[in-house]
């Protein structure tokens, strides 16, 4: 199977700090990249995107980067919120896939007020 | 806008039964996916329906199965329901179509089986 991970299973912060969660992915051929915030008792809820032909795309105080040469995804979030704190997944999809995202394990993003 | 529907978002059974759950998707998205998650993981990709056609199937027994329907919503069954079962189970819809985008996802159904 696939295998998507974080570098960290938790992480701590506090209020105001900027935030980065990181991801690695070991299939180069996937093409499309997604990460998701999942708060306690709720299903993912979409953040931010981006498709293998872009190294960088920016949000609403989220950013995500790509580095296709060594497989990296990685999530940063300006001026962290307590409203942050959730589990962050990251997805990935490509052609030689099918029709399946492949999620990580998750890493766990506490804000501390 | 109504988001992705699940129901039920308990259900509690015992080892050996059967169950189904519902979703309907948001309204004007044609694909539906159903993914599993266990405690303290991702999800995993159970099933993608796309048309009334399973476009796509992870690796699951053949306990499991799905059906999508003309308006677009959902039922996963799982049959002859086993401990490991309990689980966090989310469906997902999409627009749908050949090329790759985002899901959005319900709530889930929180199985537990004892």
């Known amino acids: 199977g696939e295998s998507v991970g974080l570098h960290l299973p938790t992480l701590s912060v506090q209020e105001g700090d900027n935030s980065i969660i990181n991801c690695a992915y070991s299939?180069?051929?996937?093409?499309?990249f997604i990460w998701y915030k999942q708060e306690s008792g709720k299903g993912p809820q979409f953040i931010i995107d981006?498709?293998?032909?872009?190294d960088k795309r920016q949000g609403q105080r989220v950013t995500v980067l790509l580095n296709k040469t060594v497989k990296h995804l990685s999530l940063q979030i300006a001026a962290t919120q307590p409203g942050d704190s959730a589990v962050y997944f990251c997805?990935?999809?490509?052609?030689?896939?099918?029709?399946?995202?492949?999620f990580g394990t998750g890493t766990s993003l506490t804000v501390i007020p | 806008d109504a988001g992705v529907t699940q129901s039920p978002t308990h259900l509690i059974k015992t080892r050996g039964q059967q169950v189904t759950l519902r979703c309907s998707p948001i309204?004007?998205?044609?694909?539906v996916s159903w993914y599993q998650q266990v405690l303290g993981q991702g999800p995993q990709f159970i099933f993608q329906?796309?048309?009334?056609?399973?476009?796509g199937r992870g690796n699951f027994p053949d306990r499991f199965s799905a059906r999508q329907f003309p308006n677009y919503s959902s039922e996963l069954n799982v049959n002859a329901l086993l401990l490991g079962d309990s689980a966090l189970y989310l469906c997902?819809?999409?627009?749908?179509?050949?090329?790759?985008?985002?899901?959005?996802f319900g709530s889930g159904t929180q199985l537990s089986v004892l």
């Open positions: 997902a819809s999409s627009r749908g179509g050949p090329s790759r985008e985002k899901l959005f």
């Open positions: 299939n180069s051929a996937s093409d499309y």
């Open positions: 981006i498709r293998s032909n872009m």
């Open positions: 997805a990935e999809i490509g052609a030689d896939t099918g029709n399946q995202f492949y």
């Open positions: 309204s004007g998205h044609k694909s």
């Open positions: 329906y796309y048309e009334k056609e399973e476009r």
